[in-house]
């Protein structure tokens, strides 16, 4: 009993030092960039003189970073004020208390081996947690060979369906599952939205019980990681390590102090009260359909519905090309913007998302003023100068803390470690310039297209079925 008890209080130490070692970190790096810019000590006035035309271009150009400074602000405060290296979730309850639970997992079919075999994974590490009342339901538009059994439910989304508002791709194949005659759900059950490549952990299983049973908020969303066993593109893995971080920092932060998707949320580890879902609804017309997440969350933040982090962490791959990798972005941003521009959704409640979206957008012109700073050099007060200090340091660390939360140190080694944290931070320009390419081809292109990334590998081994 002693023993036990030495080796928690020694666990619950090493956390806790991890996360000061971390906060330290951070803060290191925020000061050298604070310094590297000037902002500390101000900035040197200019003695070129432009035309008041061009001098105001110029210092509207150096000022763009304020867009990003309150998604910044939050992922500080999400990743210094939470520890980032929480214990493994416990649970608060036997798993027969809970409520019923459907891991809803939506594809058009293209994948039936992936499909197959993440089935039976996920229906494995359920059953090895002690889940009791749920099953595996599988949407897809194009039949798949399943077990279906007790645990196992496919739902084919007929070619000649369509919702009430013209709902398209993934929301239309998720408001299927709704309609009265498919739904098989109580108002109290529990809904787990997973994409097709998405592996769950014991450790999600065990955030999620805790999360349903304890019942105080309609939806949940945890972290999700890209690194995890064959890693098949290491230059757009080490880029999503940035959504590690994201999740970690803005994504917590948000849903633990304010209990709203003020910023959005993601399609994936989304769980979500049944009867809330249906409320919500998916249908929501061809502007609601690219980036359907962010609309039904926005939605739902619109009704009153509140939401909340849950802690354990679920598994997918980065995009396997970088061709596929742009036009993810490229999508997200279409479906983001047409959120954005919804005029179902009141400013008071998107302002936030809107202010993250367009300083994605501005983000060419932000790295123009990098450029012509240096040979257009203009004063800008030297607050500003601090704020773009704070926003960049900020996104510089999120790179090397998403690293350090994808790998384990002890799996790798300190010197793989900081060779993964020295190729995320190469890898930033090449994001940078992606991001800045899916800026210019999103805005400009049509925004009702739905992109599938390839997800399509090495066939991957049978799993048994317990």
């Known amino acids: 009993m002693a023993v036990g008890r030495l080796g928690l209080a020694f666990s619950e130490t090493l956390h806790h030092t991890k996360h000061v070692l971390h906060v330290c970190l951070f803060l290191l790096v925020l000061l050298l960039f604070e310094l ?46 939470f520890n980032a290296f929480p214990e493994r979730a416990k649970l608060k309850g036997s798993p027969l208390l809970a409520p019923f639970i459907c891991i809803r997992v939506v594809t058009r079919g293209d994948f039936p081996e992936l499909v197959r075999n993440n089935v039976h994974r996920n229906l494995n590490i359920c059953l090895r947690v002690g889940l009791e009342k749920f099953m595996l339901e599988v949407v897809t538009d194009k039949k798949i060979d399943l077990p279906e059994n007790q645990r196992v439910r496919q739902v084919v989304v007929p070619s000649s369906y369509k919702p009430k508002s013209g709902a398209l791709f993934k929301a239309r194949a998720l408001q299927y599952c709704l309609e009265d005659d498919i739904n098989l759900l109580s108002d109290l059950d529990w809904i787990v939205h997973l994409d097709e ?74 769980v979500t009260q049944a009867e809330a879902e249906r409320k919500v609804s998916f249908d929501h017309g061809p502007d609601g359909s690219v980036a359907e997440d962010n609309y039904f969350g926005m939605i739902a933040y619109r009704d009153g519905y509140s939401f909340d982090f849950i802690e354990g962490e679920m598994w997918e791959k980065s995009p396997f090309s970088i061709y596929d990798f742009l036009q993810q972005r490229k999508r997200w ?7 954005v521009h919804s005029r179902h959704i009141p400013v008071s409640t998107k302002w936030l998302l809107a202010l993250s979206l367009y300083s994605w957008v501005t983000m060419p012109l932000a790295f123009s003023s990098v450029i012509l700073s240096t040979t257009f050099p203009v004063t800008v007060p030297p607050l500003f100068n601090i704020i773009a200090a704070f926003v960049g340091g900020v996104n510089f ?68 079925v317990v």
């Open 197 to 270: 490549e998405t592996i769950v952990t014991e450790a999600a299983i065990r955030g999620i019980l805790n999360f349903v049973i304890e019942g105080r908020h309609q939806f949940g969303q945890g972290l999700i990681t890209y690194a995890n066993e064959n890693i098949q593109n290491w230059v757009t893995t080490l880029a999503d390590t940035f959504r590690v971080s994201d999740d970690m920092g803005k994504l917590r932060f948000q849903f633990k102090m304010f209990h709203k998707p003020l910023f959005g949320w993601k399609g994936s580890y989304v």
């Open 333 to 339: 941003l279409q479906g983001i913007l047409l959120v």
């Open 397 to 464: 660390y999120m790179y090397i803390f998403g690293v350090i939360k994808s790998f384990r140190v002890d799996r790798l080694g300190w010197i793989r470690m900081v060779l993964c944290i020295v190729g995320a931070l190469i890898t930033m320009p090449f994001n940078f310039l992606i991001e800045n390419f899916a800026v210019l081809r999103g805005v400009i292109g049509n925004k009702h297209k739905f992109y599938i990334v390839n997800k399509l590998t090495e066939p991957a081994p049978p799993v048994n």
């Open 36 to 81: 590297g810019a000037g902002g500390l000590w101000g900035e040197v006035p200019v003695d070129v003189q432009y035309p008041p035309l061009v001098t105001l271009l110029l210092q509207l150009l150096r000022i763009l970073p304020l867009l990003a400074l309150p998604q910044a602000i939050f992922n500080f405060l999400g990743l210094v004020c």
